[in-house]
Structure formats: C-alpha cells, structure tokens
C-alpha cells in the first residue's frame, strides 16, 4: 500500500523556472522525506521535516508540511536541467524498524 | 566511498532458478532493507532487519527470504524465481531509531532483475 500520491505524476518545464511537486498520505505520519532518483540509479535523500514543523529549506529545495491536510509540497527553485529526475515522497514513522512508506513519484524533467 | 553497495547490477534468470542478491553498506547503520521497484508502484518493502542476526517480513515477502549474519551485509534470495519478481531490487539502511529523526534511507544503486 502506498502512503505518498505525488502529483503530478510528470512535470516538464524550462530551465530557470520553479518546479513544485505535491504529496499526500494517508495516516499520520512522525516525518516526511523527499527522495531523488536519476535515471538508473538509486534514490538519493533530499530532505526530511519532522511533523510538528511546517516549512524547511535546504539549498534550492523548500519544503512543506500541513499535517491538518496531509500533504506536503517540494518546490525547486531556479531549476537546472540537472535537476531532471523522479521525485519521491515518504512517509516516516520513528517507531520499530524507521518504515518509509513511498510514493509513485513525480517525473520531472528539465528542459534547457 | 561510504555508502551502501549491491551486487550484481544485472541479471537474468530463467523461471524455477536460483539466485541471492548482496548488499553491504561501511556506515555502521543498523537497519537494513530490501525493497522493489516497479513501474508506477514506487517502492515496496520486502524484508528488513534491524540488527544483527534478526530479519523481518515487509509488504511483499513471499517469494523471499533473507539473511543477516554480519552487520555490514544484508543478502536476498530467491529460491525459485517467477517472472512477477522481475524488477529492480534496492538495497537501503539507516541509523537506528535514537539517531532516525535527523536522517533518511542511504540506498545501493539498484540490481535489475529479469526473470524469463
């Protein structure tokens, strides 16, 4: 079962632009991780915001959270056709064995 | 360079064969997983371990089994391969539960699986 829906499911867009992506799960959730996966490869962390945050930066990347909706949202700012990837979301629980819950993903791509 | 290491990249099976897939990671993590990926499905877990010595079922084990002798090393095989298990394989670990609050998942590089 997945917890993550990310939608969209693909984005296209030109350099330079701000990508968003969005994601909801279903149960409560104690964080919620962003994944990227370049073709071929495995999935790379990008980011986690623990539940009783709301918004988080790292680098280009901004991330938020509402828990009363279930949803996150990873926006992208001034993007670089490096940036063309699967994007993943998670949902995270502390307990037991740290179970992430994936999404399907978003497929972005980057056009320069 | 750190990180966590499967082996092999690629394979082929033939229906009914057997096969063990390795996964070793130098960061000291203590839990261990083993997921597949499929298309439009995202991932899915199969087994997991959570330390030396002890493995667990996920979301879709049958079909699996696992082994943990070394911290460092999480194997996956399949004891009769089927065509509904060709897929790309990922390997992952992470810190414990004190330390899980401020890091994800460091995963392998993926093993694709076609079984004919």
């Known amino acids: 079962s997945q917890q993550g829906e990310e939608d969209p499911q693909a984005l296209s867009i030109q350099e330079g632009e701000n990508a968003t992506m969005n994601c909801s799960y279903k149960?409560?959730?104690?964080?919620l991780q962003w994944y990227r996966q370049n073709s071929g490869r495995g999935l790379v962390h990008l980011i986690l915001?623990?539940?009783?945050?709301r918004e988080k930066h790292s680098g280009r990347l901004r991330v938020t959270l509402d828990t009363s909706k279930k949803s996150s949202s990873l926006l992208i700012t001034a993007s670089r056709a490096a940036d063309t990837a699967s994007y993943f979301c998670a949902g995270g629980f502390s307990g037991g064995y740290n179970k992430l819950i994936f999404g399907a993903g978003t497929r972005l791509a980057v056009h320069p | 360079n750190a990180g966590v290491t499967q082996t092999p990249k690629f394979r082929v099976l033939k229906t009914g064969q057997s096969m063990t897939l390795l996964c070793a990671q130098d960061?000291?993590?203590?839990?261990m997983y083993w997921y597949r990926q499929d298309p439009g499905m995202g991932l899915r877990l199969i087994h997991y371990s959570v330390g030396e010595g002890t493995t667990a079922k996920g979301e879709v084990p049958d079909g699996y089994n696992v082994s943990r002798l070394k911290k460092q090393n999480f194997l996956l095989g399949l004891e009769s391969a089927a065509p509904s298990q060709t897929s790309v394989y990922f390997c992952a670990s992470s810190y414990s539960r004190r330390l899980s609050l401020n890091y994800g998942y460091t995963f392998g590089s993926g093993t694709r699986l076609t079984v004919v």
């Open positions: 915001i623990r539940s009783n945050e």
């Open positions: 960061m000291n993590h203590e839990y």
């Open positions: 149960t409560s959730i104690n964080n």
